[in-house]
């Protein structure tokens, strides 16, 4: 993402849909460090959250049998 890229998204100008969605309570900021990282690193972080939300299955199950 270039700096150019990333400005907008820190400071967008109004009417625009990333300023609404700044409006409604979305941190770009997250949004900027997501778009830094390669595809392969999104979809390694990706996994991981997978991973972890099937663990926590896994856990409320036990609980639960």
């Known amino acids: 993402m270039t ?4 400005e907008l998204l820190r400071n967008p100008k109004p009417g625009t849909k990333a300023a609404a969605a700044r409006e409604f309570g979305i941190d770009l900021t997250l ?3 997501r ?3 390669t595809p ?4 390694r972080d ?3 959250y997978i991973n972890d939300i099937e663990k926590l299955r896994a856990g409320l199950k036990s609980r639960t049998s």
């Not at 700096?3 to 990333?6: G, L």
Request: a positive charge; hydrophobic letters at 25%; aromatic letters at 0%.
């Open 35 to 37: 778009l830094r990282r």
């Open 31 to 33: 949004t900027i460090e």
């Open 46 to 48: 990706l996994q991981s």
């Open 3 to 6: 700096k150019d890229k990333e």
């Open 40 to 43: 392969e690193q999104r979809i």
